[in-house]
T-cell receptor, first 110, second 114 residues
Framework: RKEVEQDPGPFNVPEGATVAFNCTYSNSASQSFFWYRQDCRKEPKLLMSVYSSGNEDGRFTAQLNRASQYISLLIRDSKLSDSATYLCVVSANYGQNFVFGPGTRLSVLP | NAGVMQNPRHLVRRRGQEARLRCSPMKGHSHVYWYRQLPEEGLKFMVYLQKENIIDESGMPKERFSAEFPKEGPSILRIQQVVRGDSAAYFC????????????FGNGTRLTVT
């Protein structure tokens, strides 16, 4: 089993749709969780950290379920500019410190 | 506050030459990570360094690749005797501490080996 798994995608949704991404992780000792977005041929950019109580930033809501070792990202009222690959990142208490999921690609269609 | 700076943005090397990729972390960050990304693939961890120390190099190929983060100056990823398979985007990231602070990425160096 991979350490961090994400929905395989791609997701193709119309503008204005609500879309949810799921991520599961295997290391129960993980402490920090993040969502990044990566545009084609660009560097990953931090979208938001994920806190235990859940957190919201505008149209984006992140949830953490430690018991199920599951993280989610919800995007409401999706825009064309939301088209990107969304990466789930989980901290690891060894060596490299961060484990990246494979990413889920989102295309928002006009 | 400048972000993570990588240079060059694009680097072209012939097979057998050496490639040197530089990364200056964000101000105040002492943790540096290097990742490689092939087209249409995910990020692959290569190496994690702190000042003057390699903490984890489990993702580095055993030969031709080396990395350093000296006390003064940028972190360097060095690839000797490049081959076509080394063509990729190489991203550097830095963080404030080892676990709780997120990674901040540079805009990458795109290496093309001809």
């Amino acid at each position: 089993r991979k350490e961090v798994e994400q929905d395989p995608g791609p997701f193709n949704v119309p503008e204005g749709a609500t879309v949810a991404f799921n991520c599961t992780y295997s290391n129960s000792a993980s402490q920090s969780f993040f969502w990044y977005r990566q545009d084609c041929r660009k560097e990953p950019k931090l979208l938001m950290s994920v806190y235990s109580s859940g957190n919201e930033d505008g149209r984006f809501t992140a949830q953490l379920n430690r018991a199920s070792q599951y993280i989610s990202l919800l995007i409401r009222d999706s825009k064309l500019s939301d088209s990107a690959t969304y990466l789930c990142v989980v901290s690891a208490n060894y060596g490299q410190n961060f484990v990246f999921g494979p990413g889920t690609r989102l295309s928002v269609l006009p | 506050n400048a972000g993570v700076m990588q240079n060059p943005r694009h680097l072209v090397r012939r097979r057998g030459q050496e490639a040197r990729l530089r990364c200056s972390p964000m101000k105040g960050h002492s943790h540096v990570y290097w990742y490689r990304q092939l087209p249409e693939e995910g990020l692959k961890f290569m190496v994690y360094l702190q000042k003057e120390n390699i903490i984890d190099e489990s993702g580095m190929p055993k030969e031709r690749f080396s990395a350093e983060f000296p006390k003064e100056g940028p972190s360097i990823l060095r690839i000797q005797q490049v081959v076509r398979g080394d063509s990729a985007a190489y991203f550097c990231a830095s963080s404030l501490d080892s676990l709780n602070s997120p990674l901040h990425f540079g805009n990458g160096t795109r290496l093309t080996v001809t």
